[in-house]
Every structure is written in C-alpha cells, then in structure tokens.
C-alpha cells in the first residue's frame, strides 16, 4: 500500500476523484476572504473550469477521508509539460500542514503519468504563502508569466515510492 503523507497532526492527506458523494465539499471550500484577491472565493470556480474547460482535472484533498481542500492539474500538449492549478486548503484547515502534503501528493501523481518530466504552476508575486510552500518543494521560476502571476518548475520526482503513486 501506497504511504500517504501526513500533516502535521498525523491525518492522511490523500487527493480522490470529485464524486456525486463529495462535490458539494469541494464546492464549498473557501480560502480566508483577504487570499481572494490570489484566488478564486470558492472550490466551485475550479469545479466549474474543470467541468467546461476540458483541460484541468478537478481533484478533493482529503485529511483522514474528509474534503479539506481541491486542487486540479492539467497536461500541456504543445510542450508536454504538466500543469498544478486551483490549490486551495479550505481556511480553518491552513497552517497545519494540509498544504505541504497535498502537494507531495500531487507531485507523486503527476510524476507517475507516462512521459512526464517537468511540473509547473504559477502564483501572483505578493502571495508569500504560496511562494514559500512551493519553494521549499523545489519549484524555480522559468522567467515566463502568466497574467500578472511568475510561471515556475520543477522536475517530477523519479524516486520509487513516487513512481508507485
Ligand atoms: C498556500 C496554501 C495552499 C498553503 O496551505 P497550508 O495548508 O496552509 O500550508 P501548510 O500548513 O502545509 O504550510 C506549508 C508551508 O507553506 C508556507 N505557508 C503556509 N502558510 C503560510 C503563511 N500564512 N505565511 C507564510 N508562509 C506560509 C510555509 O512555508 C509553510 O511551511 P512552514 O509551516 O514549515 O513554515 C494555503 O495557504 C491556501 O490555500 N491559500 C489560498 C490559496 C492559494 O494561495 N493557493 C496557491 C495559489 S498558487
């Protein structure tokens, strides 16, 4: 069995498919209001664009089973890249560590898709939550930017254990 990684109060953060059983809970998760000037108000943006735009993937982030957050990645044909968009903890589950898990998590999936080699994202410059978390986990900028956001990378993780998912 796979280990899923903790957060820092011992809960499995897992990422799940968005069901009829927990879509709601994704819908509803909401960043704290003054993150909204980052991020979308609600889950349900995301939902929404993964469900009408035919290239993101919806994911819930899960701690012991219960929706604490949705995250959603994409695949770039033109260049092969992998893309991580729409993270979003939901505000009373922050700083406990959610964040850091569901990204390992993420990234182990990402790197077990066939012929993927590097992982991207982007955030806005003045979100320093996401700066440090996504630093720490290895991403550099790519000097590109999408919008007003600074475009980053990293190489997917060629380890075993994330190989196995
Ligand atoms: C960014 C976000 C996903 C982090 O999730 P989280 O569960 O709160 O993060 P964690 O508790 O796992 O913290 C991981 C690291 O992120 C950074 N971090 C998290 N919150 C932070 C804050 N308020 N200020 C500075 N750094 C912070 C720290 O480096 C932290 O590590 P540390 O605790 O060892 O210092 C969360 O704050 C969030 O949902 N923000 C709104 C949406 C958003 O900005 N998403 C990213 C868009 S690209």
Not at 37 to 45: E, H, M, N, T
Not at 145 to 164: F, H, K, M, N, S
Request: aromatic share 6%; proline share 4%; no cysteine.
């Amino acid at each position: 069995m796979t280990n899923l990684p903790q957060d820092r109060t011992g809960r499995a953060i897992s990422l799940s498919e968005v069901s009829d059983d927990n879509w709601r809970a994704v819908a509803d998760v909401a960043p704290h209001d003054e993150q909204r000037r980052f991020v979308a108000a609600l889950g349900a943006r995301y939902l929404l664009l993964s469900m009408r735009g035919g290239l993101w993937h919806s994911l819930a982030i899960q701690a012991d089973g219960a929706v604490v957050g949705h995250v959603m990645w994409a695949h770039d044909s033109d260049d092969g890249t992998h893309w991580i968009g729409g993270m979003l903890i939901d505000a009373v589950e922050q700083g406990k560590g959610v964040g850091r898990a569901a990204l390992q998590a993420t990234i182990r999936l990402l790197s077990g898709l066939p012929g993927a080699r590097e992982i991207r994202l982007s955030y806005h410059p003045n979100n320093t939550a996401a700066a440090r978390l996504y630093t720490e986990a290895g991403f550099r900028p790519t000097g590109d930017t999408e919008d007003d956001e600074i475009v980053v990378a990293r190489a997917v993780d060629t380890t075993p254990a994330a190989a196995r998912g």
